[in-house]
């Protein structure tokens, strides 16, 4: 999507900008010569993740516009006050606010610990209504005022709640002051509305989630901040606020009908993950096309014999986990893969030790992942596999599928 220089000289605060979908969104405004305030936790470079509000701010200034780095956690009120103060000082007020970040762990409830919920809550919920309670005195004495939150549509389909309860209600929380702040201040010249991505969007954070393979079922973080670019351009109006934005629907709408230059891999951009909180749509595929024979009779029993063939020390001492898989369907029951003890085991029946992750997914779809129809991450993504315990352990069953594929 072009610049189109709307944005210039307007000053955005953006919580977690130090990466991923919030520097992107920061970048695009940048080539408009905006200001921006990098509020985000990152000081020091992270192991794992690239990016510092330093480094972020630095690319901010190359693209053409004003940047002051704030360290900032959003669960502490202190520190979001003092960046707000510090912005208004540097740049004289704040016109857009940017509910960036957020916390993710997949888990069920008997396997989400209180610390993970406290911090998804703190963060999601209480982060996005504590930077706007703090932004909003400035953004009533804009005449370009926009909140912007980076989260889905209120969708109550059970499916969204039943494999990761905790994280769908911090999530919706985000889409919760959407909802109330727009009514709220409809009349106030504010437009507050919600963005969130139809795929899955390729970042360093859902990479450490899903494993590296899963970059090309997903898009550019581009995608995003086009669509939030777009939104952020527009006079706030009445009409304008308290709605939920997709953003290949935005970018369309904006006149943009090849979505292909989004995709991390365009030989993939059919195939893309869909991400959480949308129900299926037709038009994304999520695997690659397979026949319509149905599952034979006793798939799954030849296939877990095929499986013992080649179960080794070699890759029992690469793997060290314990999985078992609660099938359903036409050939409903409970299996295990035991590549963590001994030179390791597969069978009928419930694992033998305390398994480190349960999957759970329907005959038809357990055959086709094995046999490489069907990836992991993007049955997971779509709904089609759920996971209890590690998720980092069983998404090391991509690669073992892969070696196993040529064998099966």
Not at 189 to 197: F, T, Y
Not at 278 to 293: G, Q, S
């Amino acid at each position: 999507m072009i610049n189109t220089g709307k944005l210039a000289g307007r000053t955005l605060f953006i919580t977690g900008a130090s990466r991923g979908i919030g520097k992107a969104i920061a970048l695009k405004a940048a080539r408009d010569g905006a200001n921006i305030v990098v509020a985000a936790k990152t000081a020091e470079p992270h192991p794992k993740l690239p990016g510092t509000i330093y480094s972020a701010a630095e690319e901010i200034e190359k693209a053409g516009g004003k940047a002051h780095p704030c360290i900032v956690d959003v669960r502490d009120e202190h520190q979001v006050r003092s960046a707000v103060e510090e912005a208004v000082a540097k740049f004289g007020g704040i016109d857009i606010l940017v509910n960036n970040a957020s916390a993710i762990s997949l888990t069920p409830t008997l396997n989400t610990e209180m610390k993970r919920y406290d911090l998804m809550h703190q963060i999601n919920t209480r982060g996005t209504f504590l930077a706007s309670k703090e932004c909003l005195p400035y953004l009533l004495k804009s005449n370009h005022a926009h909140i912007l939150n980076i989260s889905p549509p209120l969708n109550l389909n059970p499916t969204w709640f039943a494999p990761h309860v905790a994280y769908t209600m911090a999530k919706y929380g985000m889409s919760m002051c959407v909802l109330g702040m727009a009514e709220e201040f409809r009349d106030k010249g504010i437009s507050v509305n919600a963005l969130w991505p139809r795929t899955a969007i390729h970042t360093a954070a859902i990479e450490m989630l899903t494993g590296p393979d899963s970059a090309q079922f997903s898009r550019k973080p581009e995608i995003m901040s086009d669509a939030a670019y777009a939104i952020l351009i527009k006079e706030p109006r009445n009409n304008e606020t308290g709605r939920f934005y997709i953003d290949d629907e935005v970018i369309q709408a904006n006149g943009i009908t090849d979505l292909k230059q989004y995709a991390c891999n365009p030989e993939y951009a059919d195939k893309l993950m869909p991400d959480f909180f949308l129900d299926a749509n037709e038009t994304v595929a999520i695997d690659t096309p397979t026949t319509d024979k149905q599952v034979e009779s006793g798939a799954i029993p030849n296939l877990f014999n095929k499986i013992q063939t080649f179960i080794s020390p070699e890759i029992v001492g690469k793997v060290q986990a314990v999985y078992e898989f609660n099938i359903t369907g036409d050939e409903k029951g409970t299996w295990f893969l035991d590549l963590k003890n001994g030179s390791g085991s597969c069978g009928r029946g419930s694992a033998p030790v305390q398994p480190d992750a349960v999957l759970t997914m329907k005959s038809k779809n357990f055959t086709d992942m094995f046999e490489g129809r069907l990836k992991a991450a993007p049955a997971f993504m779509s709904g089609k596999l759920k996971i209890s315990g590690d998720l980092q352990k069983a998404m090391k069953l991509e690669k073992l599928m892969k070696s196993l594929k040529s064998r099966l």
